[in-house]
């Protein structure tokens, strides 16, 4: 389930990023070539993590950037960009962030199946410290194959 969206071609591994706004960018980078948003929702992830904080952030080492629908959102869609070296975002609980997955949808529930195999793959430990130590877009593939 989770392959037909986290696919080969939205899957990238970095060394590091700068900051948390180049993790972001990078992160959408997929996801702005296949025209599932627009610019205007990366800067919209950007702003509202600016007002509310990281609240993307989910877990040690994971965030989730995402944000309303009609900030750009023009399908549904996964990207994933994993970090050799964590990078801050701000969460004083769970920095730093190593692997983040951005999430597109267009409305609010048509996503239900896409949160639903994420939340079982972020439920495994297992899995999810083989993500969290993964460099190789392959590996991660077969991470995620099992979702």
Known sequence: ?????????????????????????????????????????????????????????????LAMPHTRPEDGAKGMGLSLLKLEQGVPFGSTDFDPVTTIIMLAAPDSHSHINMISALAELFSCDEDLKKLHQANLVEDIQEIISRY
């Open 1 to 61: 389930m989770l392959s037909q969206w986290l696919h080969a071609g939205n899957i990238q591994c970095h060394k590091r990023a700068e900051n948390w706004q180049q993790a972001i960018t990078w992160s959408a980078e997929p996801l702005l070539k296949e025209g599932v948003i627009t610019p205007d929702y990366v800067q919209a992830v950007i702003a509202q993590h600016k007002k509310l904080g990281p609240y993307y952030v989910l877990a040690p080492g």
